[in-house]
């Protein structure tokens, strides 16, 4: 039987979620089907996805990624949650099993991955993050995980920044903040995390606003529809060492696979299939401009 597997989230039209898994089970022997279901094209909202949850089992689906603006939404729909899910508070993977929906957080994992592949052992320092939703959760506890000195972070919705602060706080060694604005976030900070959805093509802008970063040593971005975002381009300029969010999102998409299909992921297969994805998507936006 053809392992199914998809993506639940908003405007993940230009996602290539589906290119990597496909890739990696076609290297694997497995011929995988990967399937998005995007709320803005179909015109769900979060109360759908108990529906969409039971049709998938239905139909046969391995699991399903969940992307936003879903990751805290999916909680109230999972019949057994990961250690990471409990502690980040928010689910990016779905496994069906034993006809039960099992929640697990990869990006959490993910991230930590990507920050080891790209600085090694060295420790975070003080770190701005800016928002604070199912991302966020996961960066900000990743980051408390990498012994980060201090991770001061900013979200629209205060209330929850400040819950995020306190969560990672109690019990941890690094000190979190909720900060009032993103001028206190930036000042004196040795690198910025950018886990909200502004940049993306759908979400034009800048994180920052009209601030501008300075004195970095390094800036990271989530998102990777576009690759280089105007932040990273900004911090870039600004002489930062910058970690596009293709790190993010391969080492997630990897640990994704191998929770679904119980085997090692091939890495190496999965991040030449997303730069092949970038260079297309790159100049498909070419002839069209």
């Not at 990672?168 to 993103?182: L, N, P």
Request: glycine share 14%; net charge neutral; hydrophobic share 40%.
């Amino acid at each position: 039987m053809r392992p199914l597997v998809g993506l639940v989230g908003k405007s993940i039209g230009r996602s290539l979620a589906p290119s990597l898994h496909e890739a990696a089970g076609k290297s694997c022997g497995l011929d995988v089907r990967y399937q998005l279901f995007d709320a803005h094209g179909l015109g769900f909202g979060e109360d759908a996805l108990g529906d969409i949850l039971f049709a998938a089992q239905r139909l046969g689906f391995t699991g399903l990624n969940i992307t936003f603006p879903f990751k805290e939404g999916i909680l109230d729909h999972l019949d057994i949650r990961s250690p990471d899910v409990k502690r980040v508070g928010s689910c990016n993977t779905v496994l069906f099993r034993n006809r039960k929906v099992e929640g697990y957080n990869t990006d959490y994992t993910g991230f930590i991955s990507a920050w080891r592949g790209a600085f090694g052992n060295a420790r975070p320092g003080i770190v701005f993050v800016i928002g604070g939703g199912g991302v966020g959760k996961a960066i900000v506890h990743g980051l408390s995980r990498l012994n980060a000195t201090e991770i001061r972070l900013f979200d629209v919705d205060r209330e929850r920044a400040a819950a995020l602060a306190d969560a990672v706080s109690i019990g941890g060694a690094t000190r979190c903040v909720a900060v009032g604005d993103i001028e206190d976030g930036i000042d004196g900070a040795d690198g910025i995390i950018n886990a909200t959805p502004v940049g993306m093509y759908a979400y034009p802008g800048n994180p920052l606003g009209g601030c501008a970063p300075r004195n970095i040593r390094y800036a990271m971005d989530a998102i990777y529809t576009p690759l280089m975002t105007e932040f990273l381009l900004a911090a870039k300029q600004q002489g930062a060492q910058i970690l596009t969010g293709r790190e993010l999102c391969v080492y997630q998409a990897a640990n994704s696979f191998e929770i679904w299909f119980g085997r090692p992921a091939p890495l190496q297969i999965m991040m030449k299939t997303f730069e092949a994805g970038i260079k297309s998507r790159d100049e498909q936006l070419q002839k069209a401009s």
